[in-house]
């Protein structure tokens, strides 16, 4: 079946840790994004890419890397620099031919806890 | 820029009852929309979306939203709630021309037995 994947599902950290979340589509899609999502905030979008080894900032980019190296994957690192890393994140992914209008799918998300 | 807002962060309906999550819309050209439902601890899930094909969406799970320009709105509707359809739910925007959407804040849905 494709779909996305991300792993793990529960992530402990603790403070002053790297850490490095896997998100992998097998989807064929273009383009991949990051959000991370607090309570009452709906998603906030940190990192996205639309073509390997390229990529831009979202809104929240700040303590956070990425890299595009495989079509099929997009790791988020949660830097030491990031003051409050407790959230949810959520991997998505979709297809640009076509136009703006394609949905985003998304995986099942990754909640990180910093002890 | 788009941004998009959901009015109320919390609605609570019987079951059976008509449910009404209302989204807004910011955008001097008419953007493509979208309603998603998430689940506790769980990714979102796409119910429908507006690409100026035609003004009523129809979705899964018998959603259906209609995209009013001059209301600058796009409201998600079901008929009759039932007890499964309690997740939450957000709007999104995406301009012509965009390649990131913008979410709302999200509108957590209660149904009553």
């Known amino acids: 079946d494709g779909g996305i994947t991300q792993s793990p599902k529960y992530l402990f950290r603790k403070e002053g840790q790297n850490v490095t979340l896997s998100c992998e589509q097998n989807l064929n899609h273009d383009a991949m994004y990051w959000y991370r999502q607090d309570p009452g905030q709906g998603l906030r979008l940190i990192y996205y890419s639309q073509i390997v080894n390229d990529f831009q900032k979202g809104d929240i980019a700040e303590g956070y890397s990425v890299s595009r190296e495989k079509k099929e994957s997009f790791p988020l690192t949660v830097t030491s620099a990031q003051k409050n890393p407790t959230a949810f994140y959520l991997c998505?992914?979709?297809?640009?031919?076509?136009?703006?209008?394609?949905?985003?799918?998304f995986g099942p998300g990754t909640r990180l806890t910093v002890l | 820029a788009q941004s998009v807002t959901q009015l109320g962060s919390h609605v609570s309906v019987s079951e059976g009852a008509l449910v009404l999550l209302r989204c807004n819309y910011s955008s001097s050209v008419p953007p493509y929309l979208f309603w998603y439902v998430q689940y506790p601890n769980q990714g979102l899930q796409l119910l429908l979306k507006y690409t100026s094909a035609a003004t009523l969406v129809k979705g899964i799970n018998g959603f259906e939203a209609e995209f009013k320009k001059s209301e600058t709105s796009f409201h998600l509707t079901k008929p009759s709630a039932h007890m499964s359809d309690a997740a939450e739910y957000f709007c999104?925007?995406?301009?012509?021309?965009?390649?990131?959407?913008?979410f709302g804040e999200g509108t957590q849905l209660t149904v009553n037995p």
């Open positions: 999104a925007v995406t301009p012509a021309g965009g390649s990131r959407l913008t």
């Open positions: 998505a992914s979709r297809i640009l031919a076509g136009g703006p209008h394609n949905e985003q799918f």
